[in-house]
């Protein structure tokens, strides 16, 4: 949600994919064409049905093909994405928490995927991101986000359960995308409060 709404702040023409309705409407309250990559009824595809399914929501979300993306997801939807992207396109991969389900893991543990061979012709860029990468930058981040927070033009949001107890119902929420926002888990009240 942070990085669509910075895209968007740097001027960006940016679509948003999610697993949820509730995620597509906050996204949409940010300003942001969203949709909710779940299949009829929320289902949870997999195999070659997900990566056709995905293919087609790009089609129809990005009818202009796909400049820049960033992934959190991995599998079918990072090869779809591959698949509608256009010359010189730029994927920065953050997360590949698809690979988590061996549902549909090939050899190397993931999604097997088909579409590599767009990158050459394509001349895109498909690069791992870590921010431990890029700390030269963090002043420049943190004067620009202060700058977008304070203005309202990036918000956040964050789904909160309470103890320890609650840590498995946090960790199951978030790998099936229960949560809103970063999934936290309060051990106990701030002292410094």
Known sequence: MVAAQVAKALGGRVVGATGSDAKVQFLESCGIKAFNYRGPGGQRLDGKAAYMH???????????????????????????????????????????????????????????????????????????????QHYDLFPEYTEKMEGWLASGEVTYKETLLEGLQSLPEALVGMLVGANIGKQLVRLSEDPTL
Not at 58 to 84: K, S, T
Not at 125 to 131: I, S
């Open 54 to 132: 995905y293919s087609t929501l790009l089609a129809e979300h990005c009818p202009d093909g796909i400049d820049g993306y960033f992934d959190n997801v991995g599998g079918q939807f990072l090869d779809a994405v591959l698949l509608h992207g256009n010359e010189f396109c730029k994927v920065a991969v953050c997360g590949i928490i698809s690979t988590l389900d061996k549902t549909d893991a090939g050899e190397d543990g993931g999604w097997p995927i088909q579409n590599l061979t767009r990158i050459l012709p394509k001349q895109m860029r498909v690069e791992g991101f870590q921010a431990r």
